[in-house]
């Protein structure tokens, strides 16, 4: 098992930055890939980036791969998601997965809220 838990939300002016944490515990070997994933209300959950810890390897979604990035320290266990220039519309709760494959995700953290107000 793993175990993964976010930090770092909060609420924040269209404009500013925050840096997500995902801290991941447990059975970390069987760990390639970690995710994050928002789910703004209303609304399907959607991806916004990857990372294969073994080759730093990074994925975006196109409307985030501009003003996000997505970083991992393995001495941590920790994966972070530097986000910049936000706005309104990237109001969501945020939250990381972790996996073996890419896009195949076992594990979910419990996911932390970001308000981007205007």
């Known amino acids: 098992q793993v175990q993964l838990v976010e930090s770092g939300g909060g609420l924040v002016q269209a404009g500013g930055s925050l840096r997500l944490s995902c801290a991941l515990a447990?059975?970390?070997?069987?760990?390639?890939?970690v995710a994050w994933f928002r789910q703004a209300p209303g609304k399907e959950r959607e991806f916004v980036a990857d990372?294969?810890?073994?080759?730093?390897?990074?994925y975006y979604a196109d409307g985030v791969k501009e003003r996000f990035t997505i970083s991992g320290d393995n001495d941590k266990n920790t994966v972070y998601l530097q986000m910049n220039n936000l706005k309104p519309a990237d109001t969501a709760v945020y939250s990381c997965?972790?996996?073996?494959?890419?896009?195949?995700?076992?594990?979910w953290g419990q996911g932390t809220q970001v308000t981007v107000s205007s």
């Open positions: 447990g059975h970390t070997l069987t760990i390639n890939h």
């Open positions: 997965a972790a996996g073996m494959h890419y896009a195949k995700y076992d594990y």
């Open positions: 990372i294969n810890e073994n080759t730093g390897t990074t």
